[in-house]
């Protein structure tokens, strides 16, 4: 008999309407998220474990390191096979890409969630747990590190964003398209993406800053974070990385102060390079020391400058961490 750990954090997919908000809330107890889907699966023991139940607006960078160390924990019995991690979508790929990044283990990780709550009909809970264990079921699954799994799809953790606010299909993987699809349990690969980023750490610095560029952006957004306290800068630049030239006297200050600022782009696909010479441009600020953020998105690279930071890396460790 195979061994599954369920982590549940919240999210949609435990969660019901409230008759008097008319608005969803969590509510589905450990057994009325799983039973069902129990009751439907054979040769294969679901273990539940019931984190909290919480909604994914409210998962901090303390409450990830939580679910690492539940995951590590159920990984590192030799009756368990795999784990899923259930999770509100909202910030399902922050922790999804916590955890591909920190652990490496061949066992597979998958994330899941819902759209729809339990009081809706076409509740997608159960279609995305069911197709969770036949992903975590499948040999093929050993070794890609953190996966996501939605709408019968299996996306890369560093790959996959939210798209749609509403949609059943909003998770997508913008630049290569999901790893495979899962079709009538079934799971079948397109590609095997190994993951390969790691940083090994079981804490997040949590003092890291992410600032969007747009038209006009002065530099008092950084100054305030500088004069905070905080130990890393993410800047969601302008196109192929550029920046309003207000900002450049304090990204100078905080690089002086040895803040780490991580450059990545506003843009939902392509990377970031010193293509621009003009004042701004990424040319200038890869020479005085900004770090290159490669294809990843802020809230991303947000994630893994908080794991860099926290695991005392140097900023070449950094800069190599980020090359593609
Ligand atoms: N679909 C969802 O799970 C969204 C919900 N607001 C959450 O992230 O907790």
Redesign the pocket.
Known sequence: MKNIVVVMT????A?RIDPNLRAAIPSLSSEELIGEVKAHIKDTQIREKELFN????HITPERMTEIRQAVVEALSDPENVGVIVT??????EETAYYLDISIDNEKPIVMT???RNASELGYDGELNLTASIATILNEESRGLGTLVVMNNEVHSAAQVTKTNTLSVNTFKSPELGPLGIIDNDEVLYYRREKSVKKVIVDTLEPKIALIKMAAGVEGDIIDFYIDNGYKGIVIEALGRGNVPPATLPSINRALELNIPIVLVSRCATGRVLGSYGYLGGGKGLFESGVINGGYLPGHKARIALMALVSANKSKEEMEQFFKI
């Open positions: 919240g999210g949609t997919i969660m919480i909604p994914s607006g999770h509100g979508t909202d910030t399902l969630g819902a759209m």
